[in-house]
C-alpha cells in the first residue's frame, strides 16, 4: 500500500513539473484575436492593452482580426487553438454567449469551450440616426416608421443580442416589422447610416460617442437603467416609452477552455496591471468604455454564467 501511495504521489508531481514545463516552453509572440473588423471599439481596446500585456507577459502580442458572422468566425477560431497561452480572444458577451444560443451550426458553448480570463469594460447600446433625418426624438422615429415603410431598418453591427433586441422593441412599440441590416462590425456600418443609407442604426456607446461628438449622427436612446454619464442630454429607451432594454454588454478576454491554471493566472495579473495604468484608464475612458480595472477570473467567471442564464432564457423563449 506504502509503495502504490508513493508511486500516486509520485505521478501526481510529475504530471504537476510536467505541466508547469510545458507551459513555460512556450515562447513565440501571443495571438489577440479579434472577431470584428478593424477600427471599432473592441479592435482599438485590443490594440491599446496589447503594449501592457506585452510589457508584463514578456512577450510580442499581436492583434489578429478575424470578423465575420457576427463574431462567430474569430471566436471558433479560438476556441479551436492550442490551450497553451499563445492565443487569447477579446470579444463581447455578444459573440460568446448569444451566437452559439440563436446559431447552433456556430459550433461552440460559452461555458463549456472557454476560460474567462477577465472582464475589460462594459459599455451601454445606442441608437441613432442620420442628421438628415426629421425625427429628434425616438417617438417621432417611430411615427415616421409607422407612415413610411423606407424607414423601418436599423444597421447592426452584429446579428442577434442588444441590436436586435433593441430593433424589434421598438417596431413592437409602432406596431411595425422593423429590418435588421446585418454588417461586420460598426466600422462598416457607420459610413452607411452617416450618408443616410440606413433608417437607423445601433452601435456600442463608444462609436455613438465618437460620431456624436463630430456631429456626424444624431442619438435617439441608450440602453440601461440610467442615463449614460457621458451622453447626459440623451435619454434611457424606457423614457421613450420603449421598456425592457436595461441591459448593457461587456468586453472580457478568453482563452480556448482547457488553459493551464498557472497561465490563466499570469494572464489575469497582466491584464489588471496594464489596466490599472492610468494612461490606459483615461484612454478606455475616452472611448466611453466603463473600464474594469480589478477583475478577477472568478469575477470574470460569474459575469459570464449571469449573460449566459439571462440570453440562454431569451433564446428559449424565442425557439
Known sequence: MHILMRMLVAFAISATVSTAASAAEYSGPIRIVVPFAAGGATDALARLLAPGLAKELGHTVVVENRPGASGQIGTAFVKNAPADGSTYLLALDHSVVIVPLITPSAGYDALRDFAPLGTVARFQWVLSLPTNSPATTLQQFMDIAKKDASKRNYGVPLMGGMPDLIGNSVGSKAGVAMEAIPFNGSAQMMPQLIGGQLASGVTGSPEA?????AKKVRLLAVTGDKRSLLLPDVPT?????????NLNSFNAFFAPK??????????????????????????VSDMSLDIVESSSISEAKAELERSYRFWNSTAAAKR
Not at 209 to 213: A, F, K, P, Q
Not at 237 to 245: C, K, Q, S, T
Not at 262 to 282: C, G, H
Open 237 to 245: 429607451f424606457a423614457e421613450g416609452g420603449v421598456p425592457g432594454l
Open 209 to 213: 460617442v465618437t460620431m456624436s461628438r
Open 258 to 283: 482547457n488553459l493551464p491554471a498557472a497561465i490563466a493566472e499570469k494572464f489575469n495579473a497582466a491584464l489588471r496591471k496594464t489596466l490599472a495604468d492610468p494612461d490606459v484608464r483615461k484612454q
